[in-house]
């Protein structure tokens, strides 16, 4: 009998005691504030511009909104939907709606009226918590069809002063009569019944994500899910006591809910907000809150090296720096590196394995593939075990490319409400990734890109990240994303979308051959178009499916 190279973790040998340390994390998030009140009730929680929130007022004000929810009536296991961007409100929203028994369904604010709808009609949510412009503009319409029968409303000007024209160029709105304001019912007081706090096995989220394909399902992370990554990531970074940890990622994503959310208040730190991202507000709170820690996509870094302003002093204070959410191209880390000074750790996880599920240590550096040139995204954690699969659900040999399949204490029970998605998704419990892969024979995993990404040209695979790590080192790209067209002659042909960095100038010929020179014929882009900006999720995914459609190829 042959034993699985997978099972014998060979990852381990390169993890510290502490990455190993069994862990005993707190029940929920809720119990993880109680905790920091007991130990540090003054302590600054929540640093938004000019305001500070510390963890006794956050404690109370999250009280009051849970005793309003429960006095409108929200039962426990009811959804509470929260759709807001980077600010102390949706840490109110969410704790307050965890107190009182509820499941959160964080929503991306850049959702669009239909893209809502789904959401609400399919989670059945109960109770809905946003901001005054959203819900006069198209919420209170959108909700009316809807199981919603709460609604709370908030303006991220409260609590600051300094209503920085960059991100919040917006005005108050008069209360909604048939919404109640949520700093209001905040600070009115009360408390959720102690019968409601979350238990480890309760749904604490229904965080929706499309997945491989298909109309966005729910994946139901646990409160344990939770606890066990935020515990990990409070731990495992090599931060200093009571860490700052600065909101890169959105809060709504799963990456910025566990990684920057729960690993703060796991570790009793605190949390810096900066409503939206905007290079130079960024780079100003670099300078003014002096950050240990944060965690955001590629572009998010890319933009921010681009800044005219940036420069190390902005990142001398960083212990970790993080990427998650989209590939990390070689040539980035080290531009980044060369500039502003620190390392970029690449990590790599999904919704559904709740943030990560493998991570570059802070004690080491990722290896690059020396035959493809890809950046590993680091090891799996000491209580996960990551697998490479074939088309046919067999294991293959280290060293090559399958299906990567993850099993471990992050990993989602399954879909909300979909049986069926949930056993093609998680046989035995085991989350099939739909991304493809290999890991190396110390354990390093490298992601080679999505299934239904992959590019057919006359019958030879072409992985797009392979083309546009390559196009990464030119250096005139800014973004690049790489898509299969079609083509008469080799069924699809490959296709490349760029930007360029500031006052760069490069023509789609020139960088076509720049390709040609450094990949095999098969691989290079046979057309090439120049975007002033490459589409993007509001986590800074760069959409290739917007760029397919504007092809024909969905």
Not at 155 to 182: G, I, M, N, S, Y
Not at 370 to 376: I, K, Y
Not at 386 to 406: C, F, N
Not at 500 to 515: K, N, Q, S
């Amino acid at each position: 009998m042959t034993t699985s190279p997978y099972a014998a973790r060979p990852w381990l040998a390169l993890l510290d005691e502490t990455q190993r340390a069994p862990l005993d994390p707190a029940d929920s998030l809720v119990h993880a504030l109680r905790d920091a009140v007991a130990a540090a009730p003054d302590r600054t929680f929540l640093a938004y511009f000019d305001a500070r929130l510390g963890y006794r007022e956050v404690d109370e004000l999250t009280d009051g909104v849970a005793a309003h929810l429960v006095a409108r009536g929200l039962r426990r296991g009811d959804r509470v939907a929260v759709l807001l961007q980077n600010s102390p409100h949706f840490v109110l929203a969410v704790l307050g709606a965890w107190k009182a028994g509820a499941t959160v369904v964080p929503v991306n604010p850049m959702y669009k009226s239909g893209e809502v709808a789904h959401v609400l009609r399919d989670g059945e949510v109960a109770a809905l918590i946003c901001s005054d412009r959203a819900w006069e503009t198209y919420l209170r319409e959108t909700a009316a069809g809807s199981p919603v029968r709460i609604a709370l409303t908030a303006c991220e000007r409260d609590f600051q002063t300094r209503d920085d024209p960059r991100v919040l160029a917006f005005e108050r709105l008069p209360q909604a009569p048939d919404a109640d304001d949520l700093v209001t019912v905040a600070r009115q007081g009360g408390r959720g019944p102690e019968d409601r706090l979350p238990r480890p096995d309760d749904i604490a989220l229904i965080s929706y994500t499309s997945g491989t394909s298909g109309t966005p399902k729910g994946a139901t992370n646990t409160h344990a899910n939770i606890m066990y990554n935020a515990e990990r990531q409070a731990t495992g970074l090599g931060l200093p006591e009571a860490p700052v940890y600065y909101a890169l990622a959105p809060l709504f994503h799963i990456t910025g809910m566990v990684c920057q959310f729960g690993a703060c208040l796991s570790s009793a730190g605190t949390l810096v907000l900066t409503y939206r991202f905007e290079p130079g507000v960024v780079l100003e709170a670099f300078a003014e809150h002096r950050p240990h820690y944060t965690v955001g996509p590629s572009t998010a870094y890319m933009a921010l090296a681009a800044h005219p302003d940036a420069g190390r002093e902005h990142f001398a204070s960083f212990v970790n720096l993080s990427s998650g959410g989209a590939p990390v191209p070689p040539a980035l880390v080290e531009k980044f590196r060369e500039r502003l000074g620190p390392y970029i750790r690449v990590g790599y996880g999904l919704t559904e394995c709740t943030a990560p599920c493998a991570s570059v240590p802070p004690h080491l550096e990722a290896p690059v593939d020396p035959v493809s040139g890809t950046l590993s995204v680091g090891l799996p954690g000491a209580d996960t075990v990551v697998r490479i699969l074939d088309e046919q659900g067999a294991e293959v040999p280290l060293g090559e490319h399958g299906e990567i399949v993850v099993r471990g204490p992050q990993v989602v029970p399954g879909y909300w409400r979909r049986p069926d998605a949930t056993a093609e998704t998680f046989p035995d419990g085991e989350l099939r990734t739909g991304d493809i892969g290999f890991m190396d024979e110390q354990g390093w995993l490298y992601v080679v890109d999505r299934k239904k990404d992959m590019i057919n040209a006359s019958g030879f695979k072409v992985w797009p990240r392979e083309v546009e790590d390559v196009l990464y080192t030119h250096p005139a790209v800014r973004e690049a994303a790489v898509v299969g067209v079609p083509d008469g002659y080799r069924g699809e042909t490959v296709k490349a979308y760029i930007s360029l960095r500031p006052g760069a100038e490069a023509d789609p010929d020139e960088l076509a051959v720049y390709c040609k020179e450094r990949l095999a014929a098969y691989k290079y882009p046979r057309q090439v178009e120049i975007l002033p900006d490459l589409p993007k999720t509001a986590s800074g995914k760069i959409l290739r499916r917007e760029l397919r459609s504007r092809t024909g190829r969905e």
